[in-house]
């Protein structure tokens, strides 16, 4: 199954269960009304995004009389993807990682480390690079948005089950009123939201699988990456960085280490598994 397909099969499970909740406790009204509080807080953060994670991580924007090596790579594989060259920012950590953010390709931005530019050679920091435009090729921030905005609204709508739940249940549908099942309504309000971030972190993988697949067909040279990788993950474990959780994410590999359930939890897929998958490709 493509990558491609199980992001759309995934956002298919997630509408789904945005209906079946909402039909179950609060009818299309309710429905409604949890899905457009949740668009609305989802819209505001894919707007500024960019500018909020620049700043949370004091990135500085560098030109190319700065990082004449850093551009120059970023430009070649900006004219291989067909994109429009992004902003170029520079974060004043030692800890290796990179990320790309903004709402569409012509409102791009390019983070790495200074970490980054020192333990990466050419080939893998292109690697690296071309990883991070393929999100911005296949618009994974827009995706990244859908699927939380259906997340949020199943995790309103769970609240209101758990309150209803607490006061004697809802509506069960637009025409008929009947008393909700109390011990249903507490159920769904406890697993709802676990199935809903269980499903927006196979969105978060499957998008990662794609942007190594698109990012090494953009640089031509898979193993470039997957070398990268495999000292990103070591340099990591040893100095992990001081990431935000909701921004995890962004980064190129996983910067919040832990125990393994929090690898089960994890927004990255395992690492052993993308490098074996670029190690495999051929062109």
């Not at 969105?203 to 697949?213: G, H, L």
């Not at 990103?232 to 100095?239: D, F, H, I, T």
């Amino acid at each position: 199954m493509s990558n491609i397909f199980k992001t759309a099969m995934l956002l298919a499970v997630l509408t789904a269960m945005l209906v079946l909740i909402g039909g179950a406790f609060g009818g299309r009204q309710g429905m409604l009304v949890a899905f457009v509080l949740a668009l609305l807080m989802n819209l505001g953060s894919y707007w500024f995004s960019d500018k909020i994670v620049l700043a949370m991580y004091r990135a500085q924007p560098v030109d190319e009389a700065q990082a004449p090596g850093l551009y120059a790579i970023v430009r070649r594989l900006t004219t291989r993807a067909s994109l429009p060259m992004p902003r170029v920012y520079l974060i004043p950590t030692d800890t290796p990682n990179a990320f790309a953010t903004g709402r569409d390709p012509h409102h791009a931005a390019v983070a790495v480390t200074e970490g980054i530019m020192r333990l990466l050679n050419d080939d893998e920091l292109e690697g690296v690079l071309a990883h991070e435009l393929a999100h911005v090729k296949n618009r994974d921030v827009l995706i990244s948005t859908i699927a939380a905005t259906l997340a949020g609204a199943i995790t309103y709508l769970a609240h209101m089950a758990q309150w209803a739940a607490m006061f004697g249940g809802g509506r069960a549908s637009d025409d008929e009123d009947r008393g909700g099942n109390p011990l249903g309504l507490i159920l769904m309000a406890v697993l709802a939201p676990l199935a809903a971030m269980l499903v927006q972190l196979a969105v978060s993988r499957a998008r990662e699988f794609q942007a190594d697949a698109t990012g090494a067909r953009v640089a031509g040279r898979p193993l470039g990456l997957a070398s990268a990788l495999e000292k990103l993950e070591r340099a990591n474990e040893v100095a992990p960085m001081a990431a935000n959780p909701s921004t995890a994410h962004l980064f190129i590999v996983n910067p919040l280490r832990g125990d393994v359930l929090m690898r089960l939890f994890s927004t990255h897929p395992p690492l052993e598994e993308r490098i074996a998958r670029l190690r495999t490709m051929r062109f």
